[in-house]
């Protein structure tokens, strides 16, 4: 019994920081304190919400600054912890992602990042659903909000303070599933990247965040310093007479399907994730110029990067194009052969089985469509 007793007090005597305040709206709620690790969230504390809303959370103190966020169903807020301190933090739950209150600098700077982020995909979730706009209207648009979003915060909160948390936080930043930054294939990108890690090794050398950081930085300078064209050494089995680099995967019935074997015809290649939110919306847009131009030679190859095989299989049978699937997902092969830095992505293929047009180059998609057909 004593030893008990001991081990129990020098587990309460262990370095801990505490999350105290008060989440209002949210009565017999379950709020969760979780670490948001490098490769998983891991349940930390939970309490549950009284009338009054108060709560206090407790977790270990992290070797190195971590990241944690509060968790009530759905609703999220994201912050940092570097040392045994106390942070309080308020809101109500129909705004809590957004409306809440917390204490420090470096807190503030995290929610300021989180609401831009928040924006950013309720703007584009509009776009899509407003079915206003051409399809190359709306990428366009989003390219622009976009660019506006990256400029704003390399400014404003990477290279103006790489040696913080919120800059490390800025980095990671997602829409529609995908990072705003991409640490592999845009060289303005991945300077933000090399600057916050070279400020974290000065700070936190032995840190695991460093060490993933730093390699996905040096990662990011190889590919975006090297031409193009070695970028990876193509198999000669990938490569038909005219240069295009073939792709050769199973549809959703099991047949093996190649985009060589569609020359004679102008092809939309086409990376995507099924599971996207606006997946299905963009899927709608491609599907009205597919009606409207596959009787004159048109056709899309569409690669699904998705995890789970049976969701793709269930999407795909209601489309009537070419619907291919790699099970390695983010580890595709093809995303190195063809250089994708980020999802959707579509390249245009001519009658000549050549690649003839980038997303990136490309203002107006179906224009692009009707003069490589000869419309």
């Avoid at 262990?14 to 949210?26: K, S, W």
């Avoid at 038909?240 to 985009?259: C, M, P, S, Y």
């Avoid at 997946?279 to 699904?304: C, H, T, W």
Wanted: with cysteine.
């Amino acid at each position: 019994m004593l030893c008990l007793l001991a081990v129990l007090s020098a587990c309460e005597q262990e370095p801990h920081f505490t999350i105290t305040g008060q989440i209002t709206g949210a009565d017999d709620k379950t709020l969760y304190l979780e670490e948001a690790g490098i490769s998983a969230i891991t349940p930390i504390d939970s309490v549950e919400l009284g009338k009054q809303g108060t709560f206090t959370l407790k977790g270990r103190r992290p070797q190195y600054p971590e990241f944690y966020r509060l968790r009530v169903e759905g609703n999220i807020i994201n912050l940092a912890v570097d040392s045994t301190e106390t942070i309080r933090v308020e809101a109500d739950l129909k705004d809590m992602p957004t409306g809440y209150t917390i204490e420090g600098e470096t807190n503030r700077k995290i929610k300021e990042l989180a609401v831009k982020q928040i924006k950013l995909q309720a703007d584009i979730d509009r776009l899509y659903s407003g079915r206003t706009l051409a399809p190359y209207q709306i990428q366009d648009s989003i390219e622009a909000m976009v660019t506006r979003y990256k400029n704003d915060v390399k400014a404003n909160y990477i290279f103006s303070a790489p040696n913080t948390l919120y800059a490390y936080f800025a980095l990671f930043q997602r829409v529609n599933n995908t990072l705003i930054l991409d640490p592999l294939g845009n060289a303005d990108d991945v300077r933000c990247f090399g600057a916050v890690a070279t400020s974290f090794e000065q700070l936190y050398p032995h840190s695991i965040r460093t060490t993933n950081l730093r390699n996905l930085a040096l990662r990011g300078m190889r590919s975006t310093r090297a031409p193009r064209r070695k970028e990876i050494a193509l198999p000669s089995d990938k490569i038909n007479e005219a240069g295009v680099i073939d792709i050769a995967l199973k549809d959703q019935n099991g047949h093996e399907r190649r985009l060589t074997d569609l020359k004679g015809k102008v092809v939309m290649l086409d990376f995507t994730i099924y599971g996207n939110e606006e997946s299905p919306a963009r899927n709608m847009m491609l599907r009205e110029l597919y009606d409207k131009y596959k009787g004159s030679g048109f056709e899309i190859f569409q690669v699904s990067l998705d995890e789970n095989e049976h969701y793709w299989k269930t999407a795909a049978d209601n489309l009537p194009w070419i619907c291919v699937r790699d099970p390695r997902g983010a580890y595709s092969t093809y995303l190195q052969l063809y250089n994708v830095g980020r999802l959707p992505t579509y390249y245009l293929v001519n009658r000549a089985n050549e690649l003839s047009a980038r997303q990136e180059n490309v203002k107006d998609l179906e224009a692009e469509i009707r003069k490589q057909l000869g419309n």
